[in-house]
């Protein structure tokens, strides 16, 4: 096993290479100049003025000089400054990690919570009533912008019930409706591969074996069909993890959470260089990571594969 990471782990080298090239010549395509927008801040800003605060900014170097120095203090592990805040942007990211991490594992929670009962409830319910809520309830989650719910929820559930904080709230009460907003797409992608999972489960010949035995048909179809069929569902999880990421940026946006999410969008609408390279750099080692930890959860969910 640990020659196979040493193996992903160097496979990913290129990926996060690709990312911080593809992420810094991105943010310097955005309209508007740091610089200005800084020296709008205060009063009577002069040519001159402007032209210092981009040398202290190094901005009045070539791009590939920029990107250079870019590479290089990334391969230190020293994501740059924020520009408006001046502070390290790991700084900034260790401060708002823990937000945005509780809106995702809420988010995967909510998912497989809906997810794998409704695709266990469509499977051994096919072609009935059950079968078809299921999994129009799966479409719905589908085609439904993520921001749309979230305000719907807002309004029903904060606005009209007075159930929940109406946003930016603290604790569990606080995590409800962004975790389930988040989650709900998610849901609905592991409901419709955990149904046609368990559907070709059930027509193996040891299901029809346990139930010759005479098991019981829960026993038979937890304990014999999901585990068998969670492998597929492992592999869309540990994608959705990622998925989650890019959503918590609206997702944060809406229910105005001080979450990496957040963070990154207040950086492109300040044109804040560092701190939006530092975000998606941040966001790509975490999706590696977590498909790596995916790849090795196989072989616990199916003892037959190995890593040699």
Do not use: C
Request: charged share 15%.
């Amino acid at each position: 096993m640990g020659a196979y990471v040493r193996g992903r782990l160097l496979r990913a080298i290129p990926v996060i290479i690709g990312v911080m090239t593809l992420v810094f010549f991105m943010v310097h395509l955005l309209p508007g100049d740091p610089a200005e927008e800084i020296a709008a801040g205060g009063l009577g800003s002069t040519p001159e003025q402007i032209e210092a605060i981009r040398v202290r900014l190094g901005l009045d170097r070539p791009l590939y000089v920029q990107y250079w120095e870019f590479v290089k203090r990334t391969a230190q592990g020293d994501l740059g400054r924020s520009i408006y805040r001046n502070q390290p942007v790991s700084t900034m990211i260790k401060e708002r990690v823990g937000a945005t991490a509780q809106l995702t594992l809420a988010g995967i929670g909510f998912a497989l919570l809906l997810g794998v009962p409704l695709g266990i409830l469509a499977a051994i319910r096919q072609n009935t009533w059950v079968d078809s809520l299921s999994m129009t309830v799966a479409l719905t989650g589908i085609a439904m912008p993520s921001f749309w719910l979230g305000l719907l929820l807002i309004w029903l559930f904060a606005v009209r019930l007075n159930w929940v904080p109406v946003v930016g709230g603290t604790g569990l009460k606080g995590l409800i409706l962004p975790g389930f907003t988040l989650g709900f797409s998610a849901a609905a992608i592991i409901a419709r591969l955990v149904r046609s999972s368990m559907l070709e489960v059930l027509r193996q010949d040891y299901m029809m074996t346990a139930r010759a035995k005479g098991l019981a048909g829960r026993v038979v179809v937890i304990n014999h069909g999901l585990k068998n069929a969670l492998i597929p569902v492992v592999t869309i999880v540990g994608l959705q993890i990622g998925n989650l990421l890019g959503g918590a940026v609206v997702i944060e946006t809406v229910f105005a959470r001080q979450g990496i999410g957040r963070m990154a969008v207040d950086g492109i609408l300040t044109k804040d260089f560092p701190v939006v390279q530092g975000t998606v750099l941040f966001a790509a080692l975490v999706y590696v990571t977590v498909n790596l930890v995916v790849d090795l959860l196989y072989s616990v969910v199916d003892p037959r594969i190995r890593y040699d």
